[in-house]
């Protein structure tokens, strides 16, 4: 990776190591060690049309006999659900159904959840649905198996204890019904901490599920609006994943494994998986939009939505995301066309993707490289292409995808103005978890910059 504009203070954060840093080289015994490894983790995934149909013998096998099946109430109405209990109940598996998932999941919706969960007791999980559906199976996974556990113990610091999951936890098989959030290959789980006006999550690898069953046949009821904007996560997802700080700048390394991040930088495995993934997308999404019955787009996104999971699950993503959580979780009026809400609602992957073009432009100046290369796949002509121009060659690209899907014009078209940019940048600083992995040090005046320069895109 090049980086322009870097001195040896390091590229990304002040004190961190970089292996080209001859300053940092001869430091004390007492100085604790940089980081200096990284970790692949993924469920195990199947990919098939008509795939959904094996669960019951995968519970089976498990020998489970008190299954408990998570989904929203619009895909308790749709094929998917019924495909997996009928499988269920031919394998003669004992189950119940939670049909409360909100979409966007909340603390108060994740604590029902744990609630239901801790009185049925399970011994598996099924989770069929979007990210909402899969990141509420995973709490309810999560805190059955810590019992006495108090939600915000295991949340993300600052705004939780960020205690690391240290117990196996229970089987847990996710059935996605949408092609974007990943969380089939993750061990996040995201929702709105109502108190704080915030989004917030938990971050551990042991919250993964043990199989995703990517089945084709799942996504064909996807709503329009609902495919573009699990679409723009899978963008999303891959190009942070593709930009972060690497995992040796990201500080130091654990005292113990067990304290490793799941979100640890981009590094040489994450890589591959996030460049494909953008390849993918670039041709997939917008043949996606335009036509609902291009059979072959759709399954393009499945399978880049789980090849962004694997390399955003533990590359990690930065600003957009972080961004993101602040816009979707000060939301107070806003509802997204074709979600069926009974709550002002920005879906996820539209209150990431309008801040894009804005982040590149600023992130831009470190990995140029990496920031052409994702312009060249989104269609840009870069061949005489300046690396201190990279950032803006991005954003303009971007403007341009996002504009040709019809993606709402920047974050006043959810009826922000300049005046809640102060209070958006106090809901963001809280993320660290992912604004720590942004490749330039982010503040306060860097986030406000960035929202003031996505209040318009077009």
Request: one cysteine or more; charged letters at 20%; aromatic letters at 6%.
């Amino acid at each position: 990776m090049r980086m322009v504009g870097s001195s040896c203070s390091c590229p990304a954060h002040s004190n961190i190591f970089s292996p080209s840093c001859t300053t940092h080289r001869h430091a004390s015994a007492a100085t604790p060690r940089p980081e200096y490894a990284f970790e692949m983790a993924t469920s195990t995934i199947r990919v098939g049309k008509g795939a959904t149909r094996e669960i019951g013998m995968d519970l089976a096998n498990l020998k489970a006999k008190r299954v408990m099946v998570f989904t929203d109430p619009n895909i308790a109405k749709l094929p998917p659900l019924q495909t997996v209990i009928e499988s269920i109940e031919r394998s003669k598996v004992g189950y119940t159904v939670y049909k409360d998932v909100r979409v966007e999941p909340s603390d108060k919706s994740f604590q029902h959840a744990i609630d239901a969960a801790r009185q049925y007791m399970p011994d598996a999980f099924v989770a069929v649905g979007g990210g909402s559906t899969i990141d509420t199976a995973k709490a309810a996974n999560l805190y059955t198996v810590f019992g006495d556990a108090h939600l915000l113990d295991f949340v993300n610091a600052p705004l939780g204890k960020g205690r690391p999951v240290d117990r196996v936890l229970l089987p847990l098989i996710a059935v996605p019904t949408t092609a974007g959030t990943g969380s089939e290959c993750t061990g996040a789980a995201i929702f709105d901490l109502k108190d704080k006006k915030a989004k917030t999550g938990i971050a551990d690898r042991a919250l993964k599920p043990l199989l995703g069953i990517i089945d084709p046949l799942n996504t064909r009821t996807m709503p329009k609006q609902v495919r573009l904007a699990s679409g723009l996560d899978v963008l999303c997802h891959a190009i942070e994943s593709y930009t972060a700080v690497p995992y040796y700048l990201r500080g130091e390394a654990p005292a113990n494994p067990l304290l490793r991040p799941a979100y640890q930088g981009s590094n040489p495995i994450s890589d591959i998986w996030s460049s494909k993934a953008l390849q993918m997308v670039a041709k997939a999404l917008p043949r996606s939009i335009a036509d609902p019955d291009d059979i072959e787009a759709q399954e393009a996104m499945t399978l880049a939505a789980a090849y962004a999971g694997i390399g955003f699950g533990n590359g990690g993503v930065h600003l957009m995301h972080g961004c993101s959580y602040g816009i979707s979780g000060l939301n107070t009026s806003y509802y997204h066309p074709d979600y069926v809400s009974d709550h002002p609602l920005c879906p996820h992957g539209i209150s990431v993707a309008v801040t894009s073009p804005a982040v590149v432009e600023f992130t831009g100046s470190m990995y140029p490289e990496r920031h052409l290369e994702i312009a060249r796949i989104l269609g840009a002509d870069t061949t005489n292409a300046k690396l201190e121009d990279a950032g803006a060659i991005l954003g303009d690209a971007l403007r341009g995808f996002l504009r040709d899907l019809g993606v709402p014009d920047g974050i006043s078209a959810f009826g922000y103005t300049s005046s809640d940019i102060g209070a958006l940048v106090e809901s963001i600083l809280p993320q660290h978890r992912v604004l720590k992995l942004s490749p330039r040090q982010t503040g306060a005046e860097q986030l406000a910059w960035i929202l003031e320069r996505s209040l318009k895109n077009y």
